[in-house]
Protein backbone atom coordinates (compact mmCIF):
# COMPACT_ATOMS: atom_id res chain seq x y z
CA UNK A 1 0.00 0.00 0.00
CA UNK A 2 1.53 3.42 -1.21
CA UNK A 3 1.54 5.93 1.98
CA UNK A 4 1.05 9.50 1.11
CA UNK A 5 3.07 11.22 3.73
CA UNK A 6 4.38 14.76 3.05
CA UNK A 7 6.04 15.95 6.07
CA UNK A 8 9.41 17.06 5.24
CA UNK A 9 11.63 19.31 2.68
CA UNK A 10 13.92 17.26 0.46
CA UNK A 11 16.34 19.56 -1.48
CA UNK A 12 16.57 20.01 -5.07
CA UNK A 13 20.03 20.29 -7.11
CA UNK A 14 18.68 21.90 -10.75
CA UNK A 15 21.50 21.77 -13.70
CA UNK A 16 20.50 22.93 -17.45
CA UNK A 17 18.12 24.81 -15.07
CA UNK A 18 16.67 27.10 -18.04
CA UNK A 19 14.23 29.58 -17.03
CA UNK A 20 13.19 26.91 -14.23
CA UNK A 21 10.39 25.51 -15.82
CA UNK A 22 11.05 21.80 -14.16
CA UNK A 23 12.33 24.08 -10.83
CA UNK A 24 9.12 25.69 -10.48
CA UNK A 25 7.31 22.23 -11.16
CA UNK A 26 9.12 20.64 -8.28
CA UNK A 27 8.28 23.35 -5.81
CA UNK A 28 4.48 23.67 -6.75
CA UNK A 29 2.63 26.45 -5.35
CA UNK A 30 1.53 28.59 -9.04
CA UNK A 31 -1.57 28.98 -10.91
CA UNK A 32 -2.78 26.58 -13.48
CA UNK A 33 -6.02 26.71 -15.53
CA UNK A 34 -8.93 24.63 -13.50
CA UNK A 35 -9.13 22.12 -16.44
CA UNK A 36 -5.51 20.76 -15.98
CA UNK A 37 -6.07 19.52 -12.67
CA UNK A 38 -7.84 16.45 -11.95
CA UNK A 39 -9.86 16.31 -8.47
CA UNK A 40 -9.07 12.24 -8.02
CA UNK A 41 -5.14 13.34 -8.14
CA UNK A 42 -4.81 16.99 -6.89
CA UNK A 43 -5.72 19.13 -4.19
CA UNK A 44 -5.96 22.72 -5.38
CA UNK A 45 -7.42 26.26 -4.30
CA UNK A 46 -9.10 28.30 -6.24
CA UNK A 47 -7.36 32.32 -6.94
CA UNK A 48 -10.39 34.07 -6.41
CA UNK A 49 -14.34 32.50 -5.68
CA UNK A 50 -15.59 31.06 -9.41
CA UNK A 51 -12.30 32.03 -10.80
CA UNK A 52 -11.04 29.16 -13.72
CA UNK A 53 -7.64 29.45 -12.31
CA UNK A 54 -6.00 27.39 -9.37
CA UNK A 55 -3.47 27.03 -6.94
CA UNK A 56 -1.27 24.36 -6.90
CA UNK A 57 -0.27 22.89 -3.72
CA UNK A 58 3.07 23.00 -2.34
CA UNK A 59 5.59 19.97 -2.87
CA UNK A 60 7.84 18.72 -0.33
CA UNK A 61 10.77 19.56 -2.41
CA UNK A 62 12.98 23.02 -2.24
CA UNK A 63 15.37 24.28 -5.20
CA UNK A 64 19.01 24.98 -3.53
CA UNK A 65 21.38 25.42 -6.45
CA UNK A 66 20.51 26.20 -10.32
CA UNK A 67 22.78 26.38 -13.30
CA UNK A 68 22.80 27.14 -16.64
CA UNK A 69 25.01 28.80 -19.69
CA UNK A 70 22.31 31.22 -20.72
CA UNK A 71 22.40 34.60 -19.38
CA UNK A 72 18.93 34.86 -20.65
CA UNK A 73 18.22 32.08 -18.29
CA UNK A 74 19.31 33.60 -15.21
CA UNK A 75 17.76 36.88 -16.12
CA UNK A 76 14.32 35.39 -16.35
CA UNK A 77 15.03 33.00 -13.51
CA UNK A 78 16.30 34.99 -10.30
CA UNK A 79 13.59 37.62 -10.37
CA UNK A 80 10.99 35.47 -10.40
CA UNK A 81 11.87 32.85 -8.14
CA UNK A 82 13.28 35.87 -5.94
CA UNK A 83 9.69 37.15 -6.31
CA UNK A 84 8.43 33.77 -4.94
CA UNK A 85 10.63 33.82 -1.72
CA UNK A 86 13.74 31.40 -2.97
CA UNK A 87 17.28 33.07 -3.12
CA UNK A 88 19.05 30.30 -4.11
CA UNK A 89 22.41 30.62 -6.02
CA UNK A 90 21.82 30.53 -9.86
CA UNK A 91 25.58 30.09 -11.57
CA UNK A 92 25.51 30.69 -15.16
CA UNK A 93 28.78 28.83 -16.09
CA UNK A 94 29.11 26.13 -18.42
CA UNK A 95 28.52 22.83 -16.01
CA UNK A 96 31.93 21.32 -17.63
CA UNK A 97 33.58 23.93 -16.50
CA UNK A 98 31.82 23.72 -12.64
CA UNK A 99 32.90 20.11 -12.23
CA UNK A 100 36.37 21.21 -13.36
CA UNK A 101 36.34 23.19 -10.64
CA UNK A 102 34.80 21.28 -8.08
CA UNK A 103 37.68 18.99 -9.23
CA UNK A 104 40.30 21.79 -8.37
CA UNK A 105 38.92 22.28 -4.97
CA UNK A 106 38.07 25.47 -5.98
CA UNK A 107 34.13 25.27 -5.79
CA UNK A 108 31.86 22.68 -3.89
CA UNK A 109 28.43 21.37 -5.49
CA UNK A 110 26.11 21.71 -2.58
CA UNK A 111 24.87 18.65 -0.98
CA UNK A 112 21.26 17.63 -2.08
CA UNK A 113 18.19 14.86 -1.68
CA UNK A 114 17.76 14.65 -5.67
CA UNK A 115 19.26 16.15 -8.75
CA UNK A 116 17.27 17.12 -11.46
CA UNK A 117 17.89 18.06 -15.10
CA UNK A 118 17.32 18.44 -18.87
CA UNK A 119 20.51 18.00 -20.59
CA UNK A 120 20.97 19.68 -24.14
CA UNK A 121 18.67 18.03 -26.64
CA UNK A 122 19.49 19.77 -29.75
CA UNK A 123 21.38 17.16 -30.95
CA UNK A 124 18.48 14.14 -29.96
CA UNK A 125 16.13 15.95 -31.64
CA UNK A 126 13.83 15.02 -34.34
CA UNK A 127 13.77 18.74 -35.65
CA UNK A 128 17.69 19.01 -36.32
CA UNK A 129 20.58 16.91 -37.17
CA UNK A 130 20.28 14.45 -35.07
CA UNK A 131 23.56 14.03 -34.65
CA UNK A 132 23.54 12.94 -31.10
CA UNK A 133 26.47 11.60 -28.87
CA UNK A 134 28.74 12.37 -32.04
CA UNK A 135 27.98 16.47 -32.00
CA UNK A 136 30.76 18.73 -33.01
CA UNK A 137 29.19 21.69 -30.84
CA UNK A 138 31.04 22.36 -27.64
CA UNK A 139 29.27 22.67 -24.50
CA UNK A 140 29.22 26.36 -24.69
CA UNK A 141 27.14 25.45 -27.90
CA UNK A 142 29.55 27.99 -30.11
CA UNK A 143 32.77 26.47 -31.17
CA UNK A 144 33.08 23.32 -33.43
CA UNK A 145 35.17 20.61 -32.37
CA UNK A 146 37.46 18.97 -35.15
CA UNK A 147 36.23 15.53 -33.97
CA UNK A 148 33.84 14.87 -31.00
CA UNK A 149 34.65 14.60 -26.80
CA UNK A 150 33.18 14.23 -23.83
CA UNK A 151 32.46 17.76 -23.98
CA UNK A 152 30.45 18.18 -26.78
CA UNK A 153 27.04 18.91 -26.92
CA UNK A 154 25.40 15.39 -27.39
CA UNK A 155 27.56 13.94 -24.50
CA UNK A 156 26.79 16.41 -21.62
CA UNK A 157 24.60 14.03 -20.02
CA UNK A 158 28.30 12.95 -19.08
CA UNK A 159 28.78 15.80 -16.59
CA UNK A 160 25.15 15.74 -15.31
CA UNK A 161 26.46 11.64 -14.04
CA UNK A 162 29.69 13.39 -12.61
CA UNK A 163 27.96 15.96 -10.38
CA UNK A 164 25.72 13.28 -9.53
CA UNK A 165 28.73 11.21 -8.95
CA UNK A 166 29.96 14.68 -6.54
CA UNK A 167 26.64 14.83 -4.78
CA UNK A 168 25.21 11.37 -4.59
CA UNK A 169 21.63 12.00 -4.14
CA UNK A 170 19.24 9.91 -2.92
CA UNK A 171 18.08 9.92 -6.52
CA UNK A 172 17.73 12.03 -10.00
CA UNK A 173 15.64 12.79 -12.67
CA UNK A 174 16.96 13.68 -16.42
CA UNK A 175 14.80 14.83 -19.16
CA UNK A 176 15.46 15.13 -22.61
CA UNK A 177 13.69 14.86 -26.25
CA UNK A 178 11.91 11.96 -27.17
CA UNK A 179 13.58 11.51 -30.53
CA UNK A 180 16.52 10.45 -27.89
CA UNK A 181 14.38 7.31 -28.20
CA UNK A 182 14.79 6.55 -31.41
CA UNK A 183 18.29 7.36 -32.02
CA UNK A 184 20.29 3.97 -31.77
CA UNK A 185 21.49 2.72 -28.75
CA UNK A 186 21.80 6.25 -27.08
CA UNK A 187 18.52 5.37 -24.46
CA UNK A 188 20.31 2.26 -23.50
CA UNK A 189 23.52 3.88 -23.26
CA UNK A 190 22.36 6.82 -20.92
CA UNK A 191 20.89 4.02 -18.91
CA UNK A 192 24.01 1.84 -18.38
CA UNK A 193 26.07 5.01 -18.21
CA UNK A 194 23.78 6.53 -14.85
CA UNK A 195 23.10 2.49 -13.32
CA UNK A 196 27.66 2.59 -12.63
CA UNK A 197 27.71 5.72 -10.69
CA UNK A 198 28.52 5.22 -7.68
CA UNK A 199 27.95 2.31 -5.49
CA UNK A 200 24.22 2.10 -8.42
CA UNK A 201 21.62 3.25 -9.02
CA UNK A 202 18.87 1.43 -9.51
CA UNK A 203 17.51 3.51 -13.04
CA UNK A 204 13.87 2.72 -14.17
CA UNK A 205 13.57 1.78 -17.66
CA UNK A 206 13.28 5.42 -18.78
CA UNK A 207 9.85 6.53 -20.20
CA UNK A 208 8.41 8.53 -22.89
CA UNK A 209 5.47 10.77 -21.24
CA UNK A 210 3.14 12.94 -23.56
CA UNK A 211 2.73 16.67 -21.91
CA UNK A 212 -0.74 16.27 -22.34
CA UNK A 213 -1.49 13.32 -20.38
CA UNK A 214 -0.50 15.75 -17.42
CA UNK A 215 -2.97 18.36 -17.99
CA UNK A 216 -0.65 20.32 -20.23
CA UNK A 217 -1.91 22.03 -23.79
CA UNK A 218 0.12 21.15 -25.70
CA UNK A 219 1.71 18.04 -27.97
CA UNK A 220 4.84 18.09 -26.38
CA UNK A 221 6.67 14.39 -25.68
CA UNK A 222 9.83 13.77 -23.00
CA UNK A 223 11.54 10.60 -22.32
CA UNK A 224 11.90 10.77 -18.64
CA UNK A 225 15.11 9.51 -16.50
CA UNK A 226 14.61 8.05 -12.67
CA UNK A 227 17.39 7.18 -10.89
CA UNK A 228 17.53 5.78 -7.46
CA UNK A 229 20.92 5.75 -5.41
CA UNK A 230 20.92 1.76 -3.80
CA UNK A 231 22.70 3.01 -0.93
CA UNK A 232 19.40 3.99 0.58
CA UNK A 233 17.66 1.01 -1.08
CA UNK A 234 16.60 -2.68 0.37
CA UNK A 235 16.45 -5.26 -1.54
CA UNK A 236 12.66 -5.39 -0.99
CA UNK A 237 12.06 -2.20 -2.30
CA UNK A 238 14.41 -2.74 -5.39
CA UNK A 239 11.99 -5.67 -6.20
CA UNK A 240 9.33 -3.50 -5.82
CA UNK A 241 10.78 -1.06 -8.47
CA UNK A 242 11.65 -3.76 -11.12
CA UNK A 243 8.02 -5.27 -10.58
CA UNK A 244 6.22 -2.16 -10.78
CA UNK A 245 4.70 -2.62 -7.41
CA UNK A 246 6.17 0.79 -6.80
CA UNK A 247 5.93 3.07 -9.87
CA UNK A 248 8.00 6.05 -9.89
CA UNK A 249 6.28 7.86 -12.87
CA UNK A 250 3.05 10.07 -12.31
CA UNK A 251 -0.18 8.55 -13.49
CA UNK A 252 -2.31 10.46 -15.89
CA UNK A 253 -4.23 12.51 -15.17
CA UNK A 254 -6.01 13.53 -18.79
CA UNK A 255 -6.69 12.08 -21.67
CA UNK A 256 -5.11 12.72 -25.26
CA UNK A 257 -7.67 14.20 -27.96
CA UNK A 258 -8.49 10.52 -29.34
CA UNK A 259 -8.61 9.27 -25.95
CA UNK A 260 -11.60 7.97 -23.86
CA UNK A 261 -10.41 6.24 -20.65
CA UNK A 262 -13.04 7.28 -17.97
CA UNK A 263 -11.09 8.17 -15.00
CA UNK A 264 -9.13 10.16 -16.93
CA UNK A 265 -9.96 14.06 -17.59
CA UNK A 266 -10.90 15.44 -20.97
CA UNK A 267 -7.83 16.77 -22.93
CA UNK A 268 -7.26 21.04 -22.21
CA UNK A 269 -7.95 22.91 -24.95
CA UNK A 270 -6.24 25.74 -26.19
CA UNK A 271 -9.56 27.91 -26.02
CA UNK A 272 -9.72 27.09 -22.27
CA UNK A 273 -6.43 28.51 -21.41
CA UNK A 274 -5.94 31.13 -23.73
CA UNK A 275 -9.43 32.79 -24.15
CA UNK A 276 -9.45 35.06 -21.45
CA UNK A 277 -5.79 36.85 -23.15
CA UNK A 278 -6.64 40.51 -24.93
CA UNK A 279 -5.63 41.16 -27.80
CA UNK A 280 -1.59 42.40 -28.22
CA UNK A 281 -2.84 45.82 -28.70
CA UNK A 282 -5.40 45.97 -26.28
CA UNK A 283 -3.38 44.47 -22.77
CA UNK A 284 -1.39 45.50 -20.51
CA UNK A 285 1.05 42.69 -20.05
CA UNK A 286 3.77 43.32 -22.06
CA UNK A 287 4.81 39.55 -22.84
CA UNK A 288 0.75 39.53 -24.22
CA UNK A 289 1.44 42.66 -26.52
CA UNK A 290 4.95 40.46 -27.82
CA UNK A 291 5.21 38.43 -30.58
CA UNK A 292 7.01 37.68 -34.02
CA UNK A 293 6.46 40.01 -36.70
CA UNK A 294 7.55 36.76 -39.43
CA UNK A 295 5.38 36.86 -42.47
CA UNK A 296 3.42 33.45 -43.53
CA UNK A 297 5.93 32.16 -46.33
CA UNK A 298 3.70 29.00 -47.08
CA UNK A 299 2.63 25.96 -45.55
CA UNK A 300 5.49 23.95 -46.73
CA UNK A 301 7.84 25.84 -44.07
CA UNK A 302 7.87 24.83 -40.66
CA UNK A 303 5.92 27.02 -38.28
CA UNK A 304 3.18 28.32 -41.00
CA UNK A 305 0.10 26.66 -39.55
CA UNK A 306 -2.49 27.93 -37.17
CA UNK A 307 -3.74 26.87 -33.64
CA UNK A 308 -6.58 24.99 -33.25
CA UNK A 309 -8.32 26.10 -30.15
CA UNK A 310 -10.41 22.91 -29.81
CA UNK A 311 -6.91 20.82 -29.14
CA UNK A 312 -3.73 21.11 -27.97
CA UNK A 313 -1.51 23.11 -29.09
CA UNK A 314 1.95 22.64 -30.87
CA UNK A 315 5.28 21.73 -29.00
CA UNK A 316 6.66 25.30 -28.22
CA UNK A 317 10.23 25.78 -29.69
CA UNK A 318 13.19 26.99 -28.83
CA UNK A 319 14.59 27.23 -32.29
CA UNK A 320 12.29 28.49 -34.45
CA UNK A 321 13.93 31.53 -36.02
CA UNK A 322 10.66 34.12 -35.63
CA UNK A 323 8.46 31.02 -37.39
CA UNK A 324 6.57 30.67 -33.91
CA UNK A 325 2.86 29.26 -34.75
CA UNK A 326 -0.13 31.36 -35.95
CA UNK A 327 -2.76 32.22 -33.57
CA UNK A 328 -4.69 33.08 -36.21
CA UNK A 329 -4.14 33.04 -39.83
CA UNK A 330 -6.02 35.43 -42.46
CA UNK A 331 -8.62 33.88 -44.49
CA UNK A 332 -6.13 33.83 -47.91
CA UNK A 333 -3.85 31.83 -46.17
CA UNK A 334 -6.23 29.06 -44.88
CA UNK A 335 -7.31 30.70 -41.44
CA UNK A 336 -9.94 28.92 -39.96
CA UNK A 337 -11.11 31.32 -37.19
CA UNK A 338 -13.45 32.85 -39.24
CA UNK A 339 -15.26 34.39 -36.19
CA UNK A 340 -12.92 36.43 -35.06
CA UNK A 341 -11.45 37.50 -38.46
CA UNK A 342 -14.93 39.08 -39.40
CA UNK A 343 -14.98 40.68 -35.77
CA UNK A 344 -11.48 42.40 -37.26
CA UNK A 345 -8.99 40.43 -35.62
CA UNK A 346 -5.94 40.27 -37.86
CA UNK A 347 -3.50 37.15 -38.45
CA UNK A 348 -0.71 36.82 -35.95
CA UNK A 349 1.61 34.29 -34.38
CA UNK A 350 1.45 33.65 -31.20
CA UNK A 351 2.40 35.66 -28.18
CA UNK A 352 4.74 35.30 -25.61
CA UNK A 353 1.75 35.22 -22.93
CA UNK A 354 0.32 32.72 -25.36
CA UNK A 355 3.37 30.37 -25.32
CA UNK A 356 3.74 30.54 -22.07
CA UNK A 357 0.06 29.56 -20.95
CA UNK A 358 0.50 26.29 -23.31
CA UNK A 359 3.41 25.75 -21.48
CA UNK A 360 2.02 25.87 -17.96
CA UNK A 361 4.13 29.26 -16.81
CA UNK A 362 1.75 31.13 -15.03
CA UNK A 363 1.52 35.02 -15.28
CA UNK A 364 3.18 35.92 -12.55
CA UNK A 365 6.54 35.06 -14.39
CA UNK A 366 7.57 38.47 -16.48
CA UNK A 367 9.40 37.36 -19.65
CA UNK A 368 10.10 40.52 -21.46
CA UNK A 369 12.45 42.56 -18.79
CA UNK A 370 14.13 46.24 -19.85
CA UNK A 371 17.91 46.75 -19.38
CA UNK A 372 17.30 49.14 -16.52
CA UNK A 373 14.67 46.27 -15.25
CA UNK A 374 17.79 43.88 -15.02
CA UNK A 375 20.54 45.66 -14.18
CA UNK A 376 22.46 43.88 -17.26
CA UNK A 377 24.39 45.65 -20.85
CA UNK A 378 21.35 43.76 -22.05
CA UNK A 379 17.50 43.11 -22.20
CA UNK A 380 14.99 39.99 -22.50
CA UNK A 381 13.61 40.44 -25.66
CA UNK A 382 10.64 38.50 -27.33
CA UNK A 383 13.31 36.71 -29.34
CA UNK A 384 15.25 35.61 -25.76
CA UNK A 385 11.66 34.88 -24.40
CA UNK A 386 9.97 32.42 -27.27
CA UNK A 387 13.77 30.71 -26.89
CA UNK A 388 13.78 30.09 -23.15
CA UNK A 389 10.45 29.24 -23.10
CA UNK A 390 10.45 26.75 -25.79
CA UNK A 391 13.71 25.44 -24.10
CA UNK A 392 11.34 25.07 -20.77
CA UNK A 393 10.01 21.50 -19.11
CA UNK A 394 6.60 22.79 -18.81
CA UNK A 395 5.69 23.04 -14.86
CA UNK A 396 2.62 21.15 -14.72
CA UNK A 397 4.12 17.87 -16.12
CA UNK A 398 7.49 18.89 -13.75
CA UNK A 399 4.22 18.93 -11.17
CA UNK A 400 2.99 15.41 -11.42
CA UNK A 401 6.48 14.12 -11.50
CA UNK A 402 7.31 15.64 -8.44
CA UNK A 403 3.76 14.97 -6.65
CA UNK A 404 4.50 11.39 -7.41
CA UNK A 405 8.04 11.26 -5.65
CA UNK A 406 6.66 12.67 -2.57
CA UNK A 407 4.06 10.52 -2.28
CA UNK A 408 6.33 7.34 -2.41
CA UNK A 409 9.40 8.98 -0.98
CA UNK A 410 8.82 7.78 2.47
CA UNK A 411 7.92 3.64 0.91
CA UNK A 412 10.89 3.96 -1.36
CA UNK A 413 13.65 5.63 1.47
CA UNK A 414 11.88 4.06 4.39
CA UNK A 415 11.74 7.52 6.29
CA UNK A 416 13.32 10.97 5.40
CA UNK A 417 16.42 10.51 8.20
CA UNK A 418 17.71 7.25 6.86
Known sequence: MICCIRDQMKSVLSLFSGCGGM????????SVHRSSTNSRVHKVTPLQLESEWVNLPKNDFKIVFANDILREAKAAYVPFFKKRGSNHPFFSESLVDLVKRHDQGVFAFPKADIVIGGFPC????????????HSHKTHEGKV??????????????????????????????????????????????????????GEGYFVSDARVLHSGNYGVPQTRERVIF?????????????DALETGKIDPYPPKTHNLPNEMIPELEKHVSLSAVLGDLK??????????ASYSKARF??????????????????????????????????????????????????????????????????????????????GAEFS???????????????????????????????????????
Not at 122 to 133: I, P, T
Not at 323 to 343: K, Y
Open 23 to 30: DLGFEGNF
Open 122 to 133: QDFSLAGRRLGF
Open 144 to 197: EFESPSEENRGQLYIWMKKVIEIVQPRMFIAENVKGLVSLGDVKKIIENDFRNI
Open 226 to 238: IGFNKRYLTEEII
Open 279 to 288: EPEETDDIAQ
Open 297 to 374: FGKHVQGQTEINLDSLGPTIRAEHHGNIEFRRLSLQNGGRHIEELESGMSERRLTIRECARIQTFPDDYDFIRSKEEL
Open 380 to 418: LSASNAYKIIGNAVPPLLAFNIAYRLDEIWNDIFGGFGN
